[in-house]
Structures are given as C-alpha cells and as structure tokens.
C-alpha cells in the first residue's frame, strides 16, 4: 500500500466528482430519505463501482508500460476536455442543475429500504462516469490497486458525507462550473506527468 497514490487518487477523485451529477443525486436523496441512509446506500454503490474500475485498471496492467501510459493520459486529457466543456455549460447561465431527475427515480420508501433505493440510483448513475474512468486510469498508471481503491472510495464517501450534510450551502459559496475548471486542471496536469514519464 502506498499512502502517496491514496493521496493522490482522493485529491484527483474529490476534486473530479466535486461538480458531478452523483454529487447532485447525493444531495436531492437526502432531501427525501434519511441522510445516513441515503449515505449508507450511495457509499455501497461507489465501494462496487470503485472496485471494477480498479479491477478494470489491474488488468490493463498487463498491457506493455509505455501503451498503459498513452491510454492512462489519453482518459485523463479526455476527462479535462470534458470538465471543462461542462463548465462552460454550466457558465453563465442563470441556473445550475439541481438534481431534480434524480428525486423522479427515487421510490417512495421506508425505512431500511432507502439506503437500497439509494444505492440503486446512484449505481446507474455513477456507470461509465468520469471519477470511475479516473480510477481506471490511476490504477492502471500505478499499478496500486489497492491504495487506487481506498483513496478513491474515501473521496467518494467524503463528497457524498459533504452533499448529504452541506450540499445546499455549498452550492451557494461555490458554483459547479468553478468546479468543473477546477477538475479540468486536475486532470490536465495528471495527463501531462503521465505523458512526460512516457516521453522522459
């Protein structure tokens, strides 16, 4: 385990899913669930969509080094552009998302079966996203499965603790498209260290 690439993969995820829908459907959830529930279900759903993205990254370590690389900084300049295109979407305009498709799929449950209704919208919510693609491509890069795995669930379980208890506040001080720029740069600058180490 390597507590440098846990650092990194939470910073690099944090900063990712900051802005991203799953952060949205976390906060409407907890609107109409309990919010430990709806945390409970939700940290289920990133701990298994989290694993096969790791798993999906050990495997495409069996690939030559150097064409780990160029995929891993391909998906992470890719994660940039689009970042950053839905920053410009969300730019300037009059209203952000609210999450509000998210409260349509949300069954009127009690009980126990909230943290299950949550963990069902979040996992086809969170499928092929962005910070899963991330994940992918840090354990692919490292080859540290496991330190990849904690550092990413920990910042998916942070950003879902923060939208369940802050999320409405936080979208006051701090506008999505501000977060978009920001993970933008993240993953620029991923990409280009990955790409420099191919290079050097």
Known sequence: MD???????????????????TFLATLVLSTKYRPFFVWLGVGAAFAIQTLIAVVIGG??????????????????????????????????????????????????????????????VLFAAEW????????????????????????SWAALLTVSGLAVLLGRTLLRFIKLHV??????VVCLVLGVLTLVEVLA
């Open 179 to 184: 977060l978009h720029y920001a993970g933008a």
């Open 59 to 120: 495997v495409a370590t069996l690939l030559p080094t150097d064409l780990i690389q160029i995929i891993a900084a391909l998906l992470f300049f890719g994660g940039s552009i689009l970042l950053f295109i839905e920053g410009r979407r969300h730019h300037g305009t009059a209203t952000e998302e609210d999450g509000s498709e998210f409260a349509d799929k949300a069954k009127d449950v009690r009980g126990f079966r909230q943290v299950v209704a949550s963990f069902m």
């Open 3 to 21: 507590t440098t690439v846990i650092a990194l993969a939470f910073a690099a995820i944090f900063v990712v899913e900051l802005p991203d829908k």
């Open 128 to 151: 092929g996203d962005l910070s899963q693609l991330l994940s992918v491509s840090l354990a692919a890069r490292y080859d540290e499965p496991v330190s990849v795995f904690i550092g």
